[in-house]
């Protein structure tokens, strides 16, 4: 199969410490490489793939000095993706919304995968407007606010099973991993190691936007916190020693998580988790086996204490049978292949209906919107 990946550009692919999306894309075409097929990434210079790479850019944005504006580079990018749309079987989008305008007038299917929180006041008129933009979602919860909208299925991220390093023996503190922000609960994440009596270790990038909250609240509570060591931002083979060598990944989260990366990379060393029972997290989890999910400061301090009779055998084995790429890698064909079929299908019929009806142009307006679509396809 001909696969294009169409990933945002402010991270190279796959990046080279924090970044939850440009990972994941890079997972899924590793895998699908492997797996035989052809694919093509429309992503920053700076990415490494096995598949061929198209860049929008020279550089990961983000990384860039000389860049002050990122729009202007995403519009590039998807004019870049439309002048070589014949070329693929499918285009699978990671671009949040930027590319809906010109889904129609793509002469093969698509697929977008939204990553982010829904806000329905924002998104669903945008999802009324454009319906026939077909959407998979990283978690059922996902979906929850805006549940109308055209869902093609659901596919959970996945990780190559060699990634991590499983450990046995359980580590002597506890581990947060994540974006210094109110929503991810570091805040709560520091009271839970306080009232347990361990050391929190917190790995975790600072965005621009979220400094003057580090500033203001959190490096005063750190230094308040003797308990508490901020180890800065990790990657690699640094990050899978931190989760690894922990007793626990702490993930106390203050909103709808639409998956939680973080979960499933501590399941793959075997580290279990003690989360917040809030957006993707029930699904995510095996509450017993891969650590628990409460409701709570309180009860989440009380499972500090039950961490040392649950498996880290068995929580990665929890990882190897749900959330390996290979597993997410067939997920996605199967969406991909849905999709060949149904625009197959839609052309054949077109042009079956062309054939007893040939009342000219005029007679293709009134079969709506999805022969416009053809007609701008060329079809």
């Known amino acids: 199969m001909r696969i294009a990946q169409v990933a945002p550009l402010f991270e190279s692919v796959p990046p080279t410490l924090y970044g939850g999306t440009e990972r994941v894309v890079s997972y899924l075409i590793e895998e699908l490489v492997r797996q035989g097929h052809e694919v093509t990434l429309f992503a920053s210079g700076d990415s490494q793939t096995s598949a061929r790479l198209v860049p929008g850019c020279p550089r990961a944005l983000w990384s860039d000095p000389t860049c002050r504006e990122t729009l202007p580079h995403h519009v590039r990018l998807v004019d870049l993706v439309a002048r070589e749309a014949q070329r693929f079987d499918v285009i699978h989008f990671h671009l949040d919304y930027l590319h809906f305008p010109m889904v129609d007038r793509i002469p093969c299917p698509t697929v977008t995968t939204l990553h982010g929180r829904l806000h329905p006041p924002d998104e669903q008129p945008l999802f009324e407007a454009f319906p026939e933009v077909l959407l998979v979602s990283i978690s059922n919860d996902q979906r929850r606010p805006i549940p109308c909208a055209n869902w093609q299925g659901t596919v959970y991220h996945g990780l190559p099973r060699d ?50 909250y ?28 931190f989760l690894g060598n922990a007793r626990a990944l702490l993930f106390p989260i203050n909103w709808a998580e639409p998956f939680g990366l973080v979960m499933i990379e501590a399941m793959a060393c075997g580290t279990p988790i003690i989360a917040f029972r809030r957006g993707s997290v029930p699904e995510v989890m095996t509450d017993g086996v891969t650590g628990f999910v409460v409701d709570n400061v309180d009860e989440a301090v009380r499972a500090v204490d039950q961490v040392a009779t649950l498996s880290r055998h068995a929580c990665r084995q929890v990882f190897l049978k749900r959330f390996d790429a290979a597993r997410m890698a067939r997920d996605y ?13 839609q052309t054949l019929s077109l042009a079956s209906w062309l054939i007893v009806s040939p009342s000219g142009d005029r007679s293709l307006e009134l079969l709506g919107p999805v022969t416009r679509g053809y007609r701008a396809r060329g079809r």
Do not use: C, M, N
């Open 214 to 241: 580090y500033e203001q609240i959190l490096e005063p509570l750190f230094r308040a916190s003797p308990w508490v060591e901020f180890v800065g931002e990790v990657g690699g083979r640094t990050k899978d020693e």
């Open 163 to 212: 990634l991590h390093t499983f450990r046995e023996a359980p580590g002597s503190y506890l581990a947060f991993l994540g974006r210094l922000s109110p929503e991810k609960g570091i805040e709560q994440a520091v009271e839970i190691a306080g009232r347990s009596g361990l050391p929190l270790r917190v790995a975790a990038k600072i965005y621009p936007e979220e400094r003057p």
């Open 333 to 345: 064909l199967e969406v991909y292949r849905k999709q060949i079929a149904g625009s197959s299908s």
